[in-house]
């Protein structure tokens, strides 16, 4: 059981934490259990990550996770979505059910295949014509953006 101050890890008994480098408590309780789920020593090592419906808000330092292919972050909190930019291996990203307010960032993700932004209602539509090309039809998109 990991131990929170503020709102903060501070104590993984498995001795697994980014320490200060992942800001967001709850993230944060979602990579040391997938640490202990796929008996990884780093997070570095993750290749999938699944957040679904964690309370997650801010994503900051995620960059940290470089191995990391895909991301479900589906029905959290999260607005800013920039840090993913730093995921330069990730192809596979669920952000359905969010609160995103601009998707340019993964636009700076050329290994992306395949993303979830439905349920985003402030996710600007025109937003989607550059990621509608590279993804086609494997981005499922906000039904208020769709044609």
């Given at each position: 059981m990991a131990v929170s101050v503020n709102n903060r890890a501070v104590y993984d008994p498995g001795g697994r934490l980014l320490g200060s480098e992942v800001l967001d408590a709850d993230?944060?309780?979602?990579?040391?259990?997938?640490l202990r789920q796929q008996n990884l020593?780093?997070?570095?090592q993750l290749s999938v990550l699944s957040c679904a419906n964690s309370e997650i808000r801010e994503l900051d330092n995620i960059g940290q996770l470089i191995q990391l292919r895909f991301l479900d972050l589906g029905n959290?909190?999260?607005?800013n979505?920039?840090?993913?930019?730093?995921?330069?291996?990730?192809?596979?990203?669920?952000?359905?059910?969010?609160?995103?307010?601009?998707?340019?960032?993964?636009?700076n993700i050329p290994s992306l295949t395949s993303v979830k932004l439905d349920g985003n209602?402030?996710?600007?539509?025109?937003?989607?014509?550059?990621?509608?090309?590279?993804?086609?039809?494997?981005?499922?998109?906000?039904a208020v953006c769709s044609d």
């Amino acid at each position: 059981m990991a131990v929170s101050v503020n709102n903060r890890a501070v104590y993984d008994p498995g001795g697994r934490l980014l320490g200060s480098e992942v800001l967001d408590a709850d993230l944060q309780g979602c990579i040391n259990l997938a640490l202990r789920q796929q008996n990884l020593d780093s997070p570095a090592q993750l290749s999938v990550l699944s957040c679904a419906n964690s309370e997650i808000r801010e994503l900051d330092n995620i960059g940290q996770l470089i191995q990391l292919r895909f991301l479900d972050l589906g029905n959290n909190l999260i607005t800013n979505i920039t840090p993913l930019e730093n995921l330069r291996q990730l192809s596979g990203l669920n952000l359905a059910g969010n609160q995103v307010n601009d998707i340019s960032p993964l636009l700076n993700i050329p290994s992306l295949t395949s993303v979830k932004l439905d349920g985003n209602l402030t996710v600007p539509c025109d937003q989607l014509v550059s990621l509608r090309q590279q993804l086609g039809d494997k981005l499922s998109e906000p039904a208020v953006c769709s044609d």
